[in-house]
């Protein structure tokens, strides 16, 4: 598990993205993997349909694409008036590494700014036995099983501190393990607490793990038994493992103004399935390599695939259409979020992302004038994209190189000829855009 302490990131100048390794994979071996699905690479993708599959796949390899349409960044500097054009993205979450990074750090902004309380918080990480996790390829018990850990969380609290308690927990689901092998597991960012009848909030950190971890083991295989998934004999035989399967690791404590390290963590609940950094890809040899830290386990650090077992692997974890893999409960729930308000006990513990946003509603409904409430949200949700890669990079992408004015997106260009005539002039000026193929407009390189 990484280092959740701030990251620093050594500044420099922004050059638009070009396809990403992941892309080219799918570009030049997804009709290939899609010829042999049926045959040999059914049991790896079972329960995630083809269509489903190729739908994703369509916008991965055009994520990034100049081709398919760009938008037109120019400085407002008069006497300068340098300019760039940037691609659009797939939106692909489940499939685009790119897209998935930018819908991760969102997720670390949100959680922060929004939704956990200036409280103690621990993650709990709730994984299961080998000979239960092939049950996840079922849609519905994504769902099912949060709720199940959920119940387990409560029951604690409530042993400690009587029936009407409040607490709060965002659960995340994640199927990927080591080498993007299927493991299903769940991270579980908790309050670490409990706010009582009267508004009394209770620290109360969960020592006993190896108790919780028994009464984890119990719930899940009386839930297998009870919806029928598994027989009394199976069962009988799970709960007799010396060594179960069933493990709870809660070694992370996150701190109530530990803000940085919430939003890391939270980040990487939401991550992709595997790190671009640790893949090679030998086009000719139709082979990916993908390193990884030594593993005691599968003892190894490195594992070699064939480029269509890469894309199975990788597949397996494409979630089903609208199936929602985060999840708040308690106090977090949307519900309760919305009652935050009338809770004063909850409110003055808010974070500082909701209590500005409620000031603020708080002085607009105060004004007949709300024309400068209006300017400030609109300012708000100035481009994502921008304040996304300064946020990673360290880089302003509408920050003049040249002069240093502010630039800002003039025109986006969808007609084909117009994108293809310009893409042929950046060419001959010797600016090409990264991942431009010069065959493909028709030039010689």
């Known amino acids: 598990m990484p280092d959740f302490k701030a990251r620093t990131l050594q500044r420099g100048t922004y050059v638009p993205r070009g396809p990403n390794v992941i892309t080219t994979i799918f570009k030049n071996h997804f009709e290939d993997f899609k010829d042999n699905y049926q045959s040999k690479l059914e049991d790896t993708s079972a329960d995630y349909r083809l269509e489903h599959i190729a739908k994703q796949v369509e916008g991965l390899v055009v994520c990034g694409d100049y ?37 991760a750090i969102l997720f670390g902004e949100h959680v922060v700014n929004d939704v956990l309380l200036k409280l103690p918080h621990r993650q709990f990480v709730f994984t299961f036995p080998k000979m239960l996790r092939v049950y996840f390829k079922n849609n519905k018990l994504f769902a099912e099983m949060a709720q199940v850990i959920n119940s387990i969380i409560l029951d604690y609290y409530k042993a400690l501190k009587g029936k009407n308690i409040k607490t709060a927990c965002v659960m995340a689901y994640q199927s990927f393990g080591e080498f993007a092998r299927f493991n299903p597991h769940y991270h ?38 009870k919806t029928e998934r598994i027989n009394q004999d199976l069962a009988r035989n799970l709960l007799s493992w010396k060594h179960s399967g069933f493990s709870i690791d809660n070694s992370v404590l996150l701190y109530p103004h530990d803000d940085k390290a919430k939003e890391a963590l939270a980040q ?26 030594y593993n005691k386990y599968f003892k190894e650090n490195l594992k070699v695939f064939k480029a269509e077992e890469f894309i199975a692997q990788l597949t397996q974890h494409v979630p089903p259409p609208r199936m929602r893999v985060i999840r708040y409960y308690g106090l977090y729930s949307s519900r309760s979020r919305q009652k935050w308000k009338e809770w004063n006990y909850v409110s003055q513990h808010a974070p500082d992302g909701w209590k500005n946003v409620h000031q603020e509603n708080d002085a607009a409904d105060e004004k007949d004038d709300i024309t400068e409430n209006e300017t400030t949200v609109a300012f708000s949700g100035k481009s994502t994209w921008a304040r996304l890669i300064a946020k990673v990079y360290e880089v302003d992408p509408l920050a003049c190189t040249r002069c240093g004015g502010e630039m800002k997106v003039v025109a986006v260009i969808m007609d084909y000829v117009e994108v293809e005539k310009i893409l042929r002039h950046l060419v001959k000026a010797g600016k090409s855009p990264p991942g431009v193929c010069v065959d493909e407009l028709g030039m010689v390189s």
């Open 67 to 103: 081709t398919r349409g760009m938008a037109r960044i120019q400085c407002t500097n008069s006497e300068c008036k340098h300019q760039y054009f940037r691609p659009f993205s797939c939106k692909k979450f489940g499939i685009c590494p790119s897209c998935a990074q930018k819908r």
């Open 188 to 225: 579980t960012l908790l309050m670490e607490g409990c706010f009582d009848e009267h508004g009394k909030f209770h620290y109360i950190p969960i020592k006993n793990i190896k108790h919780m971890t028994e009464y984890f083991r119990k719930r899940i295989i009386q839930y297998f038994l």
């Open 268 to 293: 990487y609940m939401a991550r992709y399935s595997v790190s671009l950094g640790k893949i090679v890809y030998e086009p000719v040899k139709g082979k990916i390599l993908l390193h990884t830290k």
